[in-house]
C-alpha cells in the first residue's frame, strides 16, 4: 500500500492556482496530458503494459477534457467520476459532435449485465479512467473479462 501527505498549505494553494487559472491555460495543459495519454494508448495496444495511469497533483487542467477527446477519438469506453456521466456524454456531444460510451461502475444485477455485453473472455478491452475511480474497483467490476486501463489519478487517490 502505497500513501501520499500533502499539508493543508498545499492543497490551498493548489486550489487558488486552479482557480486563477487562465481558459488559454487549461486548453495547453489539456493538448500536453492529451498527447501523454495519447502515447499511453498506444503503448497499450501495442502490449507494453496492461495499465498506465499518470498521477496528477494539479486540480482543473483539462484532465477529463483529455479523455473525453480521447473516448471520441479512440471509441474507447470511459469509467467516470461518480454520477458524472451525463455530463461526459454532454461534453462529448458539444465538442466533439460524439457519442461516447459511458460505463459507470455499477456492482450487479441488469445494469451490468447491460454493460458487459460485447465484453468477450480472452479478448482484452481497454478502458479510460478518470479521478474518483481505483484501478481495482474497475479490475472488480470486469472480472472475468480482461481489461486494459489508461487514465489519471489524484495524487491522492487510492489504487
Known sequence: MERTYITDDLRETLNHFALTRSNQKIREESDRIYKALKADIQDVMD???????????????GKTYALIRLACEYNLHIVPRKNL????RN????EFGKTINVLPICKSGYAK????RGYTKGKSHIVLKDEGVSVQDILDYFYPFEVRI???SSLYERW
Open 113 to 116: 449485465e447491460k454493460t458487459m
Open 85 to 88: 456521466e451525463r455530463m461526459y
Open 91 to 94: 461534453i462529448a456531444q458539444e
Open 47 to 61: 502490449g507494453k503494459d496492461d495499465i498506465r495511469i499518470m498521477r496528477v497533483v494539479d486540480r482543473k487542467i
Open 150 to 152: 489508461v487514465g489519471v
